[in-house]
Every structure is written in C-alpha cells, then in structure tokens.
Nanobody
Framework: VQLQASGGGLVQAGGSLRLSCATS????????MGWFRQAPGKEREFVAV????????YYADSVKGRFTISRDFTKNTVYLQMNSLKPEDTAVYFC???????????????WGQGTQVTVSS
C-alpha cells in the first residue's frame, strides 16, 4: 500500500485546511485509515481514524469538534478537514493505514510521507 498525502500549508489561527491521503489501491473492508502528527521536539501522536467499510470515526480529544475525517470510495482517498486551527496544531501530518482496524486508536501497518501544517498566531 502506498499513500500520498497532500494539502498542508500555512494558515492563520482560526483558519481551515484540508489534507488528502490517496491510496495506491482500493482499501480492504477491514482497513482503517487515519492521521497522526508530529510537532518539533515531540513524539508522533494520533489525530483521527476512519474505518473504510462503514465510516466509523475516532478522534483524539485535542481535535474533537474541530477536525473531521472522511473517505471517498470513488477516489480511494481519505480527507482530514481541519477547522478552527490553533498554533498548537502546527506539525507534520502523516496519513497511515491499518489492514485490520478494530476500533479506537489506529496501529498503522503503512505510513505516508508527511505534509507540513503551520498555524500562525
């Protein structure tokens, strides 16, 4: 599985960005696709995940109510809509896939390359 992430950039606090993650093939029915982020000097942390087959979603508390993860069957793509962005959301964002996702925080089998998100105050 190859993942191609895009959509990062520079935005002011309170603004929005949408990240995309396209897969090289159609995800299986047991797949979960999600996002992690890593800020400078910090460990990589979970952001959100969607179960491909039924759209079940799970979010980190820090982004609940601001970020929305979704998937597009026709494009084999997962999106992360980020609203009300804060400076503390600044990080490199990575998309990831688990081949056997069962709920909660995703444990990835595959990683995409990162895309930088910078939120200015």
């Amino acid at each position: 599985v190859q993942l191609q992430a895009s959509g990062g950039g520079l935005v002011q606090a309170g603004g929005s960005l949408r990240l995309s993650c396209a897969t090289s093939g159609r995800p299986g029915s047991t797949y979960g696709m999600g996002w992690f982020r890593q800020a400078p000097g910090k460990e990589r942390e979970f952001v959100a995940v969607v179960r491909w087959v039924n759209g079940y979603t799970y979010y980190a508390d820090s982004v609940k109510g601001r970020f929305t993860i979704s998937r597009d069957f026709t494009k084999n793509t997962v999106y992360l809509q980020m609203n009300s962005l804060k400076p503390e959301d600044t990080a490199v964002y990575f998309c990831a896939v688990s081949r056997a996702y069962s709920g909660g925080v995703i444990s990835p089998d595959y990683w995409g390359q990162g895309t930088q998100v910078t939120v200015s105050s």
